[in-house]
């Protein structure tokens, strides 16, 4: 009788665990929201929607992601308005432990007006970043710098430039840092990264941006979604998603002028210059 008991409890014991394990709610994955133009939402063979994962930041991302063992999610929102991240928040897009990349790659004829657009955004966090509204605190916040080579607003978007208007010192990229520095928010400093791979891969005639000097090709994309999971705290060491996608897309890489026609060995090798370029650790 003992025993019986005993085995019944056991079953019943097991049968509980079972129906608790089924309903159990199941960690929601975090998604990383990136706000920006057309390089937030992807161009990287030159045309929209082509059907690549290295055609933009959040499919290249993904795809080593899942390599990867992350379950992180990513969406590009094209939009250079700040004001979208608060509609974002108010309709329950944006979860309290999401993260937001903004990036404002549109030409700055000022300092004024580089500020007014990251300002925009800044006040919104300091409104929002601590009183139970995604995201949760300033850290959930994240600015990126913008590259360019050549681009083509005629020096009214030089990142790297100062400002011509009035001679001011300063340039985009230091407005970027400078905001994200006195609101407390993370930075990508994307430009530094773009720099560091476009100066060792520029001379084997790999690309990391297209002709128009500013938008990314599909190793820029690589190299931002490398940038943007180490950010993210995501250990990569599974580079085999982008190798295979560069072997996949070879013939209209070449046809692009990205890159010279490659092996899978040199593919290997220009993809693990992307994912060991400094900015992206």
Not at 19 to 30: D, L, Y
Request: charged letters at 15%.
């Amino acid at each position: 009788m003992l025993r019986t008991f005993t085995t019944t409890l056991a079953l019943v014991a097991i049968a509980l665990a079972a129906v608790t394990s089924g309903n159990a709610t199941p960690a929601k994955a975090r998604t990383v929201h990136i706000y920006g133009d057309s390089i937030a939402s992807g161009i990287g063979f030159g045309v929209y929607d082509y059907p690549s994962t290295l055609e933009s930041i959040p499919q290249a991302a993904t795809a080593l992601a899942r390599a990867n063992g992350s379950d992180l999610r990513f969406s590009a929102n094209r939009g250079q308005d700040a004001t979208l991240i608060c509609q974002g928040v108010a309709s329950g897009l944006i979860k309290p432990d999401d993260d937001v990349i903004y990036e404002d790659a549109g030409p700055h004829t000022d300092e004024a007006q580089s500020y007014a657009n990251f300002m925009t955004y800044a006040a919104w966090c300091a409104t929002h970043g601590n009183i139970g509204v995604a995201p949760r605190s300033p850290r959930h916040l994240i600015y990126a710098t913008m590259f360019d080579y050549g681009n083509p607003y005629d020096g009214d978007a030089a990142y790297d430039a100062p400002f011509k208007k009035y001679g001011a010192p300063r340039t985009p990229n230091d407005v970027t840092r400078n905001v994200a520095r006195s609101r407390g928010a993370r930075l990508l400093d994307w430009n530094a990264t773009m720099d560091a791979a476009h100066a060792v891969l520029e001379p084997q005639g790999v690309h990391v941006v297209q002709s128009d000097g500013i938008h990314p090709t599909p190793f820029g994309y690589a190299l931002l979604a490398v940038s943007v999971l180490r950010a993210e705290g995501v250990r990569i060491t599974n580079l085999t998603p982008v190798v295979d996608e560069l072997m996949r897309q070879e013939t209209k890489i070449v046809a692009n002028g990205y890159a010279p026609t490659y092996t899978r060995a040199q593919a290997q090798a220009w993809v693990d210059v992307l994912a060991n370029t400094e900015g992206t650790r």
